[in-house]
């Protein structure tokens, strides 16, 4: 099984970003993580109170996949924040960015680079 080049992650987090502001939603990144490897965790604010956090995982053929970590629905922001908070315990190295969407799109459909 062969995966595909890795992207350094700042270069990632740099193209989802560019990606968000061109369909008209604000993207930011609200913590720095490592430069080259760092994993990145997408939070999607509805700006609405709720949130939803999707986190990246590999599929069962070693495709990149995003999962919503904080579940199928949105959830109230402060839970979001807390599920990033347990995952940074995890890894210093976390990269968060939260994009700023009303209609709740993660922009994590399309690949990235």
Known sequence: METAP???AEIWV???IRRCEVAGAAAMVVRRGDATS?????KVNRLDRTAQVFTPARSGEGALIWMAGTGPAPVPEPD????????RKF???L??????DR???????EPVG
């Open 80 to 87: 979001a924040d807390a599920y990033i908070e347990r995952q």
């Open 95 to 100: 990269w968060v960015v939260e994009i700023e």
């Open 6 to 8: 890795r992207l350094k």
């Open 91 to 93: 890894d210093p190295d």
């Open 38 to 42: 760092g994993v990145v965790l997408v």
């Open 14 to 16: 740099k193209a989802l």
């Open 103 to 109: 209609e709740g799109r993660n922009f994590l459909q």
